[in-house]
C-alpha cells in the first residue's frame, strides 16, 4: 500500500497563463478552517494504510510556500502519527521564489520540510514578466542562495522552447542555471495547455509556438549540458546527481502506491483511483459532509494499471521491466508490448532492450508521446 503522501495547496497569489494545475486566487484564507479540513482528509486516507511508514511526502499546488510554516509543521506531526516515518524520508515543499516567501525557508525547515522545489521557470527578467511570473530574475537567484543555506537538497525549475528561442540564448541561461551547484533540476518544454490564457493568445496569433524542430534542438541541448555538469536525466525532464533524485516523483513513475489528500489530488492505492474535489469550497463541503474530500474511488482494471504502468515507466531513463510487470498484473510479455513495434523501434535506434528491461533511448525520448501510442499492444488497451 502507500507510502507516499501527496498534500495538495490550492491556493496562488496569482494565475500564470501557462499554467493547467488546480489552483485558485482567493483574497482571503481561512488557516484554521484549512487545517481541519486537510487533516481530517489525510485520518480517512490512513485508514487505508497497512503500517508501512511513508519514505515521501510532498506539498504541490498552487503554491505551498504561501502556506504558514506552523500548519507545515501541525501536517507533518499528523502524518507522522498516522503512518509514521521512515528514518530518511524525503519532504519536499514547492515554493515560488519571492522574498516574502524565501523569508519562511528557515521556519519550514524547522517544520521539517527537508528538500525544497523551486519555481525559478526563468532567469531572465522579461520571460519572466512574459511568463506571468510575480518574482525577478535577482529575487531567484537570491531564494536558490536561501534555500540552500536552509534545505539538505534544492531543486528548481526552468522552462524553455520558448517562442523564438535560440540555440545560443537557451544554453547561455542553461549553463548558468547548472553554475548554481543545485543537485536537482527539472527542465520542461513550453506546452500550450487547453484551457490556459496561453492556448487563448495562440488561437489569436498573439504568439506562435516554437516549432518542434527548433524544440528538439534545445532537448538536446539540454540532455549534453545537464549530463556533462553531471546532473543526467532519468526522466524526460528531470535531471539530477547520482542518488538527488526525487523518490516522491520516482514513486509515481515507477508505478508505485501513493495518497493524494487536499483539492483536485489524484492518488493510486491498492489498485484504486482516487480523486479528491477540485474546488476548494466543494472540497471544504465535503470535508463538512463526510469527513473526506473524495469525488471520485474507483478500481482499475489489470488492463487499466498495467497501461498507466508502461506509460508511466517508460518516460524514465532506467526503463521498466516487463517480467516484473508481467508478474504483477498477469499478463504474457506479448500482450503488454507491441513486439513488432518494439522490433522496428530498436532497429530505429529510438528504444532499447536488456534482457527483460526495456527503455527509450536519448534519440527516442523528444519523440516519447509517439512512442507510447505504438508500444502498448492492442490486447492491453482491449482487455
Request: charged residues 20%.
Amino acid at each position: 500500500m502507500a507510502k507516499a503522501l501527496y498534500i495538495h495547496w490550492p491556493f496562488c497569489a496569482k494565475k500564470c497563463p501557462y499554467c493547467d494545475f488546480n489552483s485558485h486566487v482567493r483574497a482571503s484564507v481561512d488557516v484554521h478552517a484549512w487545517q481541519a479540513a486537510l487533516i481530517a482528509d489525510m485520518q480517512y486516507e490512513a485508514d487505508f494504510a497497512n503500517g508501512e511508514p511513508l519514505t515521501s511526502i510532498f506539498f504541490g499546488g498552487g503554491t505551498p510556500s504561501l502556506m504558514p510554516p506552523a500548519l507545515v509543521a501541525t501536517l507533518l506531526a499528523e502524518a507522522e502519527r498516522l503512518w509514521g516515518f521512515t528514518p530518511e524520508i524525503e519532504i519536499t515543499l514547492e515554493a515560488n521564489p519571492s522574498s516574502v516567501e524565501a523569508a519562511n525557508f528557515a521556519a519550514l525547515a524547522d517544520a521539517g520540510i527537508n528538500r525544497v522545489s523551486l519555481g525559478v521557470q526563468s532567469l531572465e527578467d522579461e520571460t519572466l514578466g512574459w511568463l506571468g511570473r510575480l518574482h525577478g530574475a535577482a529575487e531567484a537567484l537570491a531564494a536558490v542562495e536561501t534555500a540552500q543555506a536552509h534545505f539538505r537538497r534544492v531543486s528548481f525549475d526552468l522552462i524553455y522552447a520558448l517562442p523564438d528561442q535560440t540555440p545560443d540564448m537557451w544554453q547561455g541561461q542553461l549553463s548558468r542555471a547548472l553554475s548554481l551547484g543545485t543537485s536537482h533540476l527539472s527542465l520542461y518544454q513550453l506546452t500550450i495547455e487547453p484551457g490556459t490564457r496561453f492556448a487563448t493568445d495562440v488561437r489569436r496569433n498573439v504568439f506562435t509556438p516554437l516549432d518542434d524542430d527548433k524544440a528538439a534542438e534545445l532537448f538536446e541541448i539540454t540532455q549534453a549540458l545537464a549530463a556533462t555538469a553531471g546532473l543526467p536525466a532519468y526522466e524526460i525532464s528531470n535531471h539530477a546527481r547520482a542518488g538527488e533524485e526525487s523518490l516522491h516523483n520516482l514513486t509515481y513513475w515507477r508505478y508505485q502506491d501513493y495518497c493524494g489528500i487536499g483539492p483536485g489530488a489524484h492518488g493510486r492505492r491498492g489498485g484504486f483511483a482516487t480523486q479528491r474535489h477540485g474546488k476548494p469550497e466543494n472540497f471544504l463541503r465535503a470535508i463538512n459532509e463526510r469527513r473526506h474530500g473524495m469525488v471520485e474511488s474507483h478500481q482499475l482494471s489489470s488492463s487499466e494499471q498495467a497501461t498507466e504502468a508502461l506509460l508511466m515507466g517508460l518516460r524514465l531513463v532506467e526503463g521498466l521491466d516487463l517480467a516484473a510487470l508481467s508478474t504483477r498484473f498477469g499478463f504474457e510479455q506479448a500482450g503488454l508490448i507491441d513486439q513488432r513495434a518494439l522490433a522496428r523501434n530498436i532497429d530505429l535506434g529510438l528504444l532499447w532492450q536488456s534482457d527483460q528491461r526495456i527503455g527509450v533511448t536519448q534519440k527516442g525520448l523528444p519523440l516519447l508521446d509517439a512512442l507510447l501510442g505504438e508500444l502498448v499492444s492492442d490486447e492491453l488497451v482491449n482487455a
